[in-house]
């Protein structure tokens, strides 16, 4: 599916807003109360539009913030950071989340991070469930960083900025296995998910469409989903290693899709689809490929590759 010309109406719509009051004093200000209780608690902002010029910071173990919409205004940074730090830590008792929120931003700035950066601790995670987010226009969508794992996502869209996804390089204590139910990541620049960290990915029903690079991976992923594009000619996924972790690989269910637009297998711009560089990289492809070559083939390097059911394929 093409989102170009849907997307852009909604990005003219967001650019040309007149100006607002900054409510970044005011929105905090909500959240810090929050944490200045016992007990979690849920702010709902009924669908208001708030503009921020501040990054808000958001306490994961007290606070569930729903239904707005923020238009991210600041230079640099993060818009949402979700943290515990500058907080005392307590032991969870309930499940936050960020529902019914959506960003706009630039390419100047991350969308959303998750990070905590007091490495002396094993037992702190920065983590936050995200129900029905869509986040729009940054350098990195969503950041996921130190002592941070399990994050479950729900029907979260990111567009139109430079990488959808992206984990820190090395991260503390970080990594186990995060799961993206639905939604789709779709019309970034750089690539739809940069995993620097040997972070493990599930997704579940997923679709990735028309990044400029669709996944770069250095741990293990699962995917169940949809994953389109025309021929730009990059190799749409990169598997690569970190030393001393598991190597990049996917594993793609058997009624998952691949489609190339286009796709002219007699003058394939791309050199291959999937791009390895160990033969510890290994790929299991769906039963419905289309554009699935390059000049070189499906597969590029040493990695293995089979078929859904467990078959070679030939690169």
Known sequence: MKYAAFFSVLAFCAGTSVARADDSGSVQALLDACYAGKKSCAIDLQGATKTLTKTLRIDPDFVTLRNATFDCRMTSGTCLYISQDGF???????????????????????????????????????????????????????????????????????????????????????????????????????????????????????????NAQQMILRGPTSFTGHIENTDTGKAEIVLGALIGVPAGSIYMSAGS????????????????????????????????????GGKEGAVCGPGKVVTWDGQPLSK
Not at 92 to 105: A, D, K, P, Q
Request: aromatic share 12%; with cysteine; glycine share 12%.
């Open 88 to 210: 005392p830590h307590r032991d969870r008792i309930s499940i936050n989340r960020l529902e019914g929120i959506t960003l706009y931003g630039n390419k100047s700035i991350d969308g959303i991070t998750m990070n905590y950066t007091d490495n002396t601790t094993m037992v702190v995670d920065a983590n936050m469930t995200l129900v029905n987010v869509s986040v729009q226009g940054f350098n990195h969508g969503i950041t996921l960083g130190n002592n941070v794992w399990g994050v479950d996502m729900f029907n979260v869209i990111i567009g139109n900025g430079n990488t959808g996804i992206y984990t820190l390089p090395h991260p503390h204590n970080a990594g186990e296995r995060s799961t993206f139910a639905g939604g789709t990541i779709y019309n970034n620049a750089v690539a739809g998910i940069d995993e620097d960290s040997c972070w493990e990915f599930d997704f579940q029903g997923t679709s990735f469409d028309f």
């Open 257 to 292: 899709t691949i489609t190339v637009d286009g796709w002219d297998p007699g003058k394939p711009k791309q050199r291959c689809y999937v791009e390895t560089s160990l033969p510890y990289n290994n790929i299991k492809v769906p039963a419905t490929l289309y554009g699935f």
